[in-house]
């Protein structure tokens, strides 16, 4: 059974600091991973997609990394503001029972200004 | 503005009541999802439908129903609440069901039973 993990739970920062989330898996086996942000009260909101055979991809400030073989995906924030206070989730699209995502139990980022 | 629609957007409702939780989407994808959100149990799959016609069950679908008669619409009945199912409701739809590609969410249904 496929295991999401995040580490940290939570995380504060100053404004203008690089950051890095981590998400880490046990199941390689999989399709894509994908990074989401979620702001209080409201739903989920997709930042990046990896598929299994890419290694990273980058989305402005936001750059995304996967080690398949290592089960681990990094979510790197350049010069942090504000506004990037959310929740970020990572969810892997597991083959083995792929009718759903797994996600991680979130990282609660807060940017200090 | 293209989405996915979820309705009511918060509830309260006595046990023993049965309730119709509603999903639209306008992007005609293929697979819809529902998921329950707690906390510190995070977002768990309910169920989830891979093209209309067709329905699953997810990780935790007891006490939960889903029908999908078309390819905009995915309802979630609660047949009889009970009060473990307060929770935050979130539907999701994806373009394709197997290696989903990206995930769209609803901004969810806040649903408390009594």
């Known amino acids: 059974k496929q295991e999401v993990t995040q580490i940290p739970a939570a995380l504060s920062v100053p404004e203008g600091e690089n950051l890095v989330l981590n998400c880490s898996f046990t199941?390689?086996?999989?399709?894509?991973l994908q990074w989401f942000r979620q702001d209080p009260g409201k739903g989920l909101t997709s930042l990046l997609l990896?598929?299994?055979?890419?290694r990273e991809q980058t989305s402005g400030r936001l750059n995304a990394s996967l080690d398949k073989s290592s089960g681990r995906s990094t979510l790197y924030i350049a010069a942090s503001q504000p506004g990037d206070s959310a929740t970020y989730l990572c969810?892997?699209?597991?083959?083995?029972?792929?009718?759903?995502?797994?996600f991680g139990q979130g990282t609660r980022l807060t940017i200090n200004p | 503005i293209a989405g996915i629609t979820q309705a009511p957007t918060s509830q309260i409702l006595a046990a023993g009541r049965r309730m119709t939780l509603r999903c639209t989407q306008d992007?005609?994808?293929?697979?819809m999802y529902w998921y329950r959100q707690d906390l510190g149990l995070g977002l768990r799959l309910i169920h989830y439908?891979?093209?209309?016609?067709?329905?699953g069950k997810g990780e935790v679908p007891d006490g939960y129903s889903v029908s999908r008669a078309n390819t905009d619409d995915f309802p979630l009945t609660l047949a009889s609440a009970v009060p473990s199912q307060t929770s935050v409701y979130f539907c999701?739809?994806?373009?394709?069901?197997?290696?989903?590609?990206?995930?769209?969410f609803g901004e969810g249904s806040r649903l408390t039973v009594l």
């Open positions: 999701a739809s994806s373009r394709l069901a197997v290696n989903t590609g990206e995930l769209f």
């Open positions: 199941d390689s086996a999989i399709y894509n």
């Open positions: 990896i598929q299994s055979s890419q």
């Open positions: 969810a892997v699209n597991t083959i083995q029972g792929a009718q759903k995502l797994v």
């Open positions: 992007m005609r994808h293929n697979a």
């Open positions: 439908s891979n093209t209309a016609g067709t329905t």
